[in-house]
């Protein structure tokens, strides 16, 4: 019975988050495209954004690279390479505690901003509450995995051998329960939450990280467009 | 040579009363929605005066516009594209106005004039309009308007700063007048080059700038690029909106509606060609005094055959440029050399351009001899109330001799109608000395005097019917939403068919089928 609990939970919701997180960024894209937006509130308040901001979305993006090497880089590689698992976990460690902190620094003031100051909560709607309180959350519960429990509950546990594993796995949709059964409590649920988020990632103001304008840096400064002519001759009159 | 026509408009502030007509059936057409509350695509201001946004001239703070770099190159003035990603502006616009600097909407809590009587005459409080609280107010729109004399307003007007000092402060030297503006639809637009999701455009058919709603993925930059901070942010929708120089107004030949609507009739619009390869060039002028200039040699001669051949092969319609050849804006910006762009040392070329106003001098010294000795003008423009030198900084990037000019002009047009009027002698070489003749002094007043609807707008229709499916359209557009409320979308196609030359019987064999219609 608990088998069953822990197959549902490491090998059937992994699919239905990320499954919901293609599926709705599909549908958001062709469908409702024109809500797509980065949802800013600078208009609103512009002081505690400046600092809350930029810390945030710095912290963000280096923890989430630092995430995509730790998932996808297999132990072996590293090995090969011959680097130690010590320096590699002091380096892990310490980049992504500094990564960390400066997205929970960002988001406690981004989240002390969107509940405290009125403009900005009034004009705050609940998908947008929701994800301020889950990537609080989820940050919280990742710096307490990584820092709590690797440096001071179980530094014997090494994530690389199991968590990675099962992660990788899924990309090749033969995810094993069984690893995700020897990792620490605090991993299971900062991966769970961490999930949650890519679930609601398309329905919600997250959209905007996947509308970067990589483009501007390659156009022309100047955009002219013109309605198409029906007729095809342009000497009309 | 690639020309490009662009809708402009021409404002004659020497009739401007500031009544604010065009500020408030633009709103009424435009921003009275949520999210819009503060926007005003357009607005009149008192001159000197703080503006709105607050101070929106200081480019030191705003950074808006274009500024030359160090080889002499355009670069607009918030930085590179480069600088924006390097520094990380993306998550944060160091340069972007907040709220505070328009100010915050309200509204007033009306429910407590309707109760009970009571002891104290009810009071309605304002309510924000974001909030819903109760808020005090200390700032709104036009909140110094009228207050031109006031310590505030001269100082906080930018364009004060080159003045000499003595008129600052010298309650009885002050002056007044007003500056209605709105977006100025540029040749050379900051806001659309600062735009990272290409939402911003311009239409290659008039030169209208627009957003694409569905585009605008609301990063912001758009209000900074704007030196005119003419670029709003809908709060609501998150998304960037700005005058649209009522696009389907003009589509279908009309003015907008702040010129339809100006009582003074100080608003002009028509159509200009210009040489679109040249704007850069144009734009890279180091000297801000000569910028007007430059503006003004991209402006082509819509007689020239040479221009007329250029233009229809570059897709530009004869009926765009029959009204450039009629264009009041042409005559007033290039011929008659009256109107200056707002400005133009911020390089992007706007396409709102103003005709200086001149009142306050004439009062003074018109009076008894000027008719006789109407050379008595030009020691009297310098003596003006309003100081040329402000006009200059503001319509000529610093340019006083220009404006200088502009005012002669009118000056001395205004003399030779009033003799002419009232039957005395007018030397004609005196028109000649500020490049008048009596034929064009009498069609230069026909034009701003009198000032008829057909003189002012001259705007060529957008030949839709080339653009859209318009058989398809007939009696359900805008119900597109409803099904069956017009039969026009059934039977579009058929009409197309014929049009491309299939027979009736044809058509009828492929729609009916056995005498029944399929649709």
Known sequence: MEDIGSFLLWCVFPYLALGSFVFGTIIRFTFFRDTITAKSSELLEKKLLMIGSILFHVGIIFVFFGHVIGVLIPKAFTDWLGIPNEIYHIGALVMGGIAGFMALAGMLILSHRRFANKRVFKTSSFSDLVVDLAFLVVIVLGLAASLGEGLFLHPEFNYRLNLSVWARQLFYFRPDFHLMLQVPIVFRIHVICGLLIFAFFPYTRLIHALTLPWQYLFRSPEVYRRKPNIRGDHNRG | ?519
């Not at chain 2, 004039?113 to 104290?120: D, I, N, P, Q």
């Not at chain 2, 500056?179 to 806001?191: D, F, I, T, W, Y």
Request: hydrophobic share 35%; charged share 30%.
């Open chain 2, 1 to 519: 040579m690639k020309v490009k026509a662009q809708i402009s408009m021409v404002l004659n502030l020497d009739k401007c009363i500031g009544c604010h007509t065009c500020s408030v059936t633009c709103k009424q057409t435009w921003t009275n929605r949520p999210g819009a509350e503060y926007m005003w695509f357009n607005n009149v201001e008192t001159r000197p005066g703080v503006g709105y946004p607050k101070k929106w001239e200081d480019e030191s703070h705003y950074k808006g516009g274009w500024k030359l770099n160090r080889k002499g190159k355009l670069e607009l003035r918030a930085g590179s594209k480069v600088n924006k990603v390097s520094l990380a502006k993306i998550f944060y616009n160091p340069d972007m106005p907040n709220l505070d600097d328009y100010y915050e909407p309200w509204t007033y809590d009306y429910q407590t004039l309707f109760g009970k009587e009571t002891k104290h005459q009810p009071v309605a409080r304002a309510k924000s309009q974001i909030t819903g609280e109760y808020m005090k107010l200390n700032n709104g729109p036009n909140w110094d308007d009228d207050l031109a004399g006031s310590d505030r307003s001269f100082g906080e007007d930018p364009n004060m700063q080159n003045i000499e000092a003595d008129i600052k402060g010298n309650f009885e030297k002050t002056f007044m007048m007003y500056l209605p503006r709105l977006c100025e639809h540029c040749l050379n637009a900051a806001c659309v080059a600062s735009c990272p999701s290409g939402a911003m455009y311009k239409r290659d058919e008039d030169g209208i700038v627009l957003v694409d709603q569905e585009r605008c993925r609301g990063w912001r930059f758009c209000m900074t690029g704007c030196p005119y901070k003419k670029v709003y942010f809908n709060w609501k929708t998150n998304k960037a909106e700005k005058c649209t120089f009522c696009y389907p107004r003009i589509e279908e030949g009309l003015p907008t509606v702040c010129s339809e609507t100006c009582v003074g009739r100080i608003r002009y619009i028509g159509v200009i060609l210009y040489d679109a390869d040249r704007v850069q060039e144009a734009c890279e002028e180091p000297d801000d005094t000569k910028l007007y200039q430059s503006q003004l040699d991209l402006f082509l001669d819509p007689n020239d055959p040479e221009v007329i051949d250029q233009a229809l092969a570059d897709g530009v319609d004869m009926e765009t440029i029959k009204c450039a050849q009629r264009s009041p804006i042409y005559k007033m910006a290039v011929e008659e050399k009256i109107a200056f762009p707002l400005h133009p040392e911020y390089r992007t070329m706007p396409m709102v351009w103003y005709v200086p106003p001149l009142s306050p001098i004439m009062n003074y010294f018109e009076g008894k001899n000027s008719i006789k000795y109407p050379e008595l003008i030009f020691p009297a423009i310098e003596e003006m109330r309003i100081p040329v030198e402000y006009l200059a900084n503001l319509l000529a990037g610093g340019n006083t001799e220009v404006i200088k000019n502009a005012l002669y002009k009118l000056a001395m047009m205004r003399l030779y109608m009033r003799a002419k009027t009232s039957g005395k002698d007018f030397d004609p070489e005196k028109l000649d000395r500020v490049g008048l003749t009596e034929e064009s002094a009498t069609s230069l007043y026909r034009l701003l005097a009198i000032a008829k609807y057909e003189d002012r707008f001259v705007i060529p229709k957008s030949k839709k019917e080339n653009i859209e499916h318009v058989e398809d359209d007939q009696g359900g557009l805008g119900y597109e939403e409803c099904d069956g409320c017009a039969l026009a979308p059934a039977h579009g196609s058929m009409l197309r068919k014929a049009k491309a030359g299939m027979s009736t019987k044809d058509i009828y064999a492929e729609s009916f089928y056995g005498g029944i219609w399929r649709d």
